[in-house]
Every structure is written in C-alpha cells, then in structure tokens.
C-alpha cells in the first residue's frame, strides 16, 4: 500500500494493512520460500541475538538521541541563566540566534485559539515545521521532547516491574489519540485559551527546567506514574497531540527508518522495544510486500529498533539520497 496512506490510517489509531498473497511481490515470495528452507535453529538465533546484545555499539542511536536532547533542552537553560541569545524561551516557544521558532502544535493551538495570525508566530512555524520534516517529523518527540527522556527512563522501571507481575500494562485504542486531538482543537476554537498547553508534560517539564520547578510537576508525576504501573508509555501512545501533529510532518519527511526483509529472523526483538509497535507490523514473518519497507511516518525515529535488531534489517535512510551517495 501507499506510505502516504498507510502512514495516515496508522497515524489515526488503524491496524496496519495486510498484504494478500496477490499483494506480494514476486522476489519476496522467492526469499521467503527460502528462508523457510533454510531456517535457523532456537539456538542459532540465540547466538546471533546475544552477538548482537554484547556488540560496542548497541545502543549507538540512543546514546546520541540521549545526548542530543539533554544538549538542546540544556541550551535553553544555559541562555536563560547566563542572559545570552542562543536560544531563549521553552520549548513551546523560542528564539533560536534571534530566529523565531513556534512548536507545532502550540502554534496550531494558538492560532485557534486567537482565530488570527501573527507575523513572528507564522514565520516560527514555518521555519519549524520546515526544520522537522528535514529530520523526519516525530523525530521532535524522541530527539527533543523532555517527558520522552524521562517516559523512557519510566518504561524500563514499568518493564522489570511488569515481569515480577508487579505492573500492570492496559492497553487502549490507538484511535483515542485522534479524538483527543480533535477534542483539544475544539475545545481550544470555543473556548480562545489554549488549554493543552497547561496539560502538556512537554511545556510543563521544559519550563520547570528554565524557570524552576511549580505544581503543575505533580501532574508529570502522576502520568508517569500510571504509566510505570498501569499502563506502558500510556501518554505518547494514547493521548498527546503533539505526536499527531508530528507525525503528520512526518509524512512527507525523507528521514525515514528502512525495513529489509531479506536476513530478518522475524523474532520481534524490535516490537518488544519500540513505542509505537504497530509499525513495525511489517517485520512478522508474511507482512512484507516488497524486499525493502520504509516504516510508516508514527514511527519516531529513536533508533532503538536499529540499534537491538541482530541482522542489521532495520537501518536509518533519507528518501532520495541513497541513489546520489
Ligand atoms: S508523544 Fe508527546 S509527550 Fe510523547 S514524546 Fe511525543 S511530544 Fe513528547
Ligand atoms: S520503529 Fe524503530 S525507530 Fe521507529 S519508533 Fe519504533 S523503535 Fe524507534
């Protein structure tokens, strides 16, 4: 199927696609064919999983997501303590060098709220929205987003709670997420005030790092914590609008991660680690169509399916580029 429409129905909260036997492509019904001929035993993927587990570079995406974003909600903090114009602000809203910059989904919010443009809020989102689909969309929320840092941090502790059975993990429609985000755009167009931005653990986190802490962190506090006993990651996949609004952008963005089917053991050591799982629906044996997937615009490109995945199937692309280099 289409990216740009299997990007949009996943993004929406549908299951991914299911390829029929007339939707494969001829070469993949070939390598499958011999895959099944050629299969390995329990103990030889085994050997190449715990290759994979002990490699110097396992968790190469990560480490430079990790310092990335600890780098860029720090320069807010460092421009606002020392008084200088490298980027000043938060998150939501900010001056990069004296460049306007205008997140996404704030912006979007404002402008509903206030029903008219503001010259510095227009050319910030412009600017941003450029910026995020030349790094592929919701590469803001793993990149650049602090509750995703600490959400991440939450999960590990909710994993090893879950396998004591001291945890539990509901999960909830993926379509809630797309209510939501048309509940916060109606509720922003009849009231005028920009309500999410006062539930957003984004803005919350990112001012509490600049301005000090306030209350609003015991609201943070309570999602995590329902997201550490409750229900995994339960925030980015369920309900926050800012991950719609980026994978939207993300769309059109030519960052993309790149599935190959060809070495994959389909022993789904990717879906038990990422956020958004359903994207990686092309990687259970049977699902590909074609030799090589791009993976559908939810994805957040934090490269921790890259970095585990012990056949080096999953790898990082920009659209385009590949046929120049
Ligand atoms: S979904 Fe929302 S809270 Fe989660 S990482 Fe993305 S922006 Fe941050
Ligand atoms: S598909 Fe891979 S890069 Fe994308 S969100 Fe999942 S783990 Fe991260």
Known sequence: MNYVIESLRQLMGLDPSKPGPEDRRPEVVTLMAEKRRDKLTREMLHAVEAGRAQAADRHKWRNRRW???????LLFVVSYYLDVQLLEGAMTASRFVGFHLADLNSALQVMLAYQHLVLNLVIGTVTVFILWLLLGGRTFCSWACPYHLLAEWAEKLH?????RKWARDIKFHRGGRTIFYLFFIILTLVSG????ETLSPTGILSRALIYGPGLALIWVLALLAFEVFVSRRAWCRYVCPIGVTYGLVGVLSPVRVQYRVQDCHHEGDCRAICLVPHVLDVTIRGRARAVTTDIGADCTRCGLCVDICPTNSL???VKGLDKVL
Do not use: E, P, R
């Open 193 to 196: 005030y920009t309500l999410f």
């Open 67 to 73: 310092a990335t974003l600890i780098t860029v909600n």
């Open 315 to 317: 790898s990082f692309k």
């Open 159 to 163: 994993l090893w709670l879950a396998k």
